[in-house]
């Protein structure tokens, strides 16, 4: 089965950076695609970024030209990079991947990692 495992969060203030990572295993990590959410406390969970196999990117609107998520198949890892941060910014984030087992399709999450932007 995935198992994804996040890392890379922590405090900092506003307008810094931060780069989290998310390490994949028990799958073929370069045919998935991976995204990352992120849930603040009181709202629901949120898309923040998706990266495919071939690479191509989508994003939140309210995160464009600030994060940017990529991929090192190498590595079976993907990566958001995180720049200008804001305090709204601040969250638990979680790294994605879907996994077909039999005919079902199952949302796997990692643990998360909290992100906490002070202002």
Same mark, same amino acid.
Request: with cysteine; proline share 2%.
């Given at each position: ?17 931060? +780069? ?11 045919? $998935?695609?991976?995204?990352?959410? +992120? ?24 995160? $464009?030209? +600030?994060?940017?998520?990529? +991929? ?48």
């Amino acid at each position: 089965q995935v198992q994804l495992v996040e890392s890379g969060g922590g405090l900092v203030q506003a307008g810094g950076s931060l +780069r989290l990572s998310c390490a994949a295993s028990g799958t073929i990590f370069s045919k $998935k695609y991976m995204a990352w959410y +992120r849930q603040a406390p009181g709202k629901q969970r949120e898309l923040v970024a998706g990266i495919s196999s071939g690479g191509d990117t989508n994003y939140a609107d309210s995160v $464009k030209g +600030r994060l940017t998520i990529s +991929r090192d198949n190498a590595k079976n890892t993907v990566y958001l990079q995180m720049n200008t941060l804001k305090p709204e910014d601040t969250a638990v984030y979680y790294c994605n991947t879907q996994e077909l087992r039999g005919s079902i399709l199952y949302n796997v999450w990692g643990q998360g990692t909290q992100v906490t932007v002070s202002s």
